[in-house]
């Protein structure tokens, strides 16, 4: 059975390599040191700080242990530098969506790996509800998306 790769934007495999870099020469000594003087102080059975640092510990290695499994068997999505702007939703695209409410919201489509939630930077996947609707489709399209309130129609306002 064949793996999946992992997709990944040029810019997200480069970010997931510098945090696990950071994880392993920094982050993780770090906590290691917690533990070592928190054993110091008294009973390890009574000791938070013991406890915290182990549980920090244990959170840092599954991280680690999660780029790792990422970067392993990864596909780099390289940048269109053909000059021609697709008006197809696809990896990398910057879109603007309307509700039938007239709300609109404007993302980047990324792999999983890469979503962002923050308002500053808002980025979805193909795998979410907006993301399956709109994926390969064009500017001015009407699709309907599943919500857990309902199905309503959105409109792809903007494709760059």
């Known amino acids: 059975m064949a793996t999946k790769k992992n997709v990944l934007t040029r810019e ?3 970010k997931l390599q510098k945090e696990l870099h950071v994880l392993k020469t920094e982050t993780l000594p770090e906590i290691v040191l917690q533990i070592k003087d928190a054993k110091a102080e008294w009973d390890l059975s009574e000791n938070s700080e013991y406890h915290a640092a182990k549980e920090k510990q244990v959170l840092t ?12 068997d990864v596909e780099i999505l390289e940048e269109d530098k053909s000059g021609k702007s697709s008006k197809n939703v696809r990896y990398g695209s ?4 309307q509700y039938e409410s007239g709300k609109e919201y404007m993302f980047t489509v990324v792999p999983s790996a890469e ?28 699709v309907q998306v599943r919500l857990p309130e309902g199905r309503q129609n959105v409109t792809i306002t903007s494709v760059k």
């Not at 290695?61 to 392993?72: C, N, P």
């Not at 910057?94 to 969506?97: A, C, E, L, M, S």
């Not at 930077?121 to 399209?141: D, M, R």
Request: charged letters at 30%; zero cysteines.
């Open 12 to 14: 997200g495999y480069e």
């Open 61 to 72: 290695v599954k991280r680690i242990s999660d780029i790792e499994t990422m970067l392993k």
């Open 94 to 97: 910057k879109v603007t969506i």
């Open 115 to 142: 979503v962002s939630l923050s308002e500053d930077a808002l980025a979805i996947s193909f795998e979410s509800p907006v993301g399956k609707a709109i994926e390969g489709k064009s500017e001015g399209e009407v």
